[in-house]
């Protein structure tokens, strides 16, 4: 069945580092993408979004590349912060009025200072 | 502009009792979507309404859980004899209309469901 998995569960960095969190998904039939941070006791919110006619796109800080050959997306987020850990989630959909979103099992950032 | 509201945020129920999950949307928006949330766990759909329709339910458990979006007032998420494995965090999102559904997501804080 359709999946989004996640490569590491929790990933530890220091304050100014760069992080990288993967994803894998399994439905090539996904044209859309959207990366998620959730804060504890929080709704997901919603940080950056990708369509498949794209292979990268850039936002404040933070960076998601989509490579469709091997159906695998990332999010980069430069000089990482206190502020930014948190569950990051990625989620596929499909357009065209399609209305689900299929996410990810979360990876856990955590900034050292 | 009052982002998708949801109350109660803790929701505690015995074994057995009936629990009502409400999710009012951003002003604006038609279309209502529900998950779940084990913990440690991602989001799980359930259910896509729009008002008086049910459009997609097909990640609602078959017994004990419906949802309704009626043409005044809230979503209702409700789950009927509640049992211990209910125990999540419930979070309704919404969205603007069917041809932008996705693109469109903002979601609410959750309902924290402890059944004890």
């Known amino acids: 069945g359709e999946s989004v998995g996640l490569h590491l569960p929790t990933l530890s960095v220091q304050e100014g580092d760069n992080s990288i969190i993967n994803c894998a998904y399994s439905n090539s039939a996904s044209d859309y993408f959207i990366w998620y941070k959730q804060e504890s006791g929080k709704g997901p919110q919603f940080i950056i979004d990708i369509r498949s006619n794209m292979d990268k796109r850039q936002g404040q800080r933070v960076t998601v590349l989509l490579n469709k050959t091997v159906k695998h997306l990332s999010l980069q987020i430069a000089a990482t912060q206190p502020g930014d850990s948190a569950v990051y989630f990625c989620?596929?959909?499909?357009?065209?009025?399609?209305?689900?979103?299929?996410f990810g099992a979360g990876t856990r950032l955590a900034v050292h200072p | 502009n009052a982002g998708v509201m949801q109350n109660p945020r803790h929701l505690v129920r015995r074994r057995g009792q009936e629990a009502r999950l409400r999710c009012s949307p951003m002003k604006g928006h038609s279309h209502v979507y529900w998950y779940r949330q084990l913990p440690e766990e991602g989001l799980k759909f359930m259910v896509y309404l729009q008002k008086e329709n049910i459009i997609d339910e097909s990640g609602m458990p078959k017994e004990r859980f419906s949802a309704e979006f009626p043409k005044e007032g809230p979503s209702i998420l409700r789950i009927q004899q509640v049992v211990r494995g209910d125990s999540a965090a419930y979070f309704c999102?919404?969205?603007?209309?069917?041809?932008?559904?996705?693109?469109?997501?903002?979601f609410g804080s959750g309902t924290r469901l402890t059944v004890v």
């Open positions: 999102a919404s969205s603007p209309g069917r041809d932008r559904g996705i693109y469109g997501y903002t």
């Open positions: 989620a596929d959909g499909i357009s065209g009025g399609y209305n689900k979103l299929i």
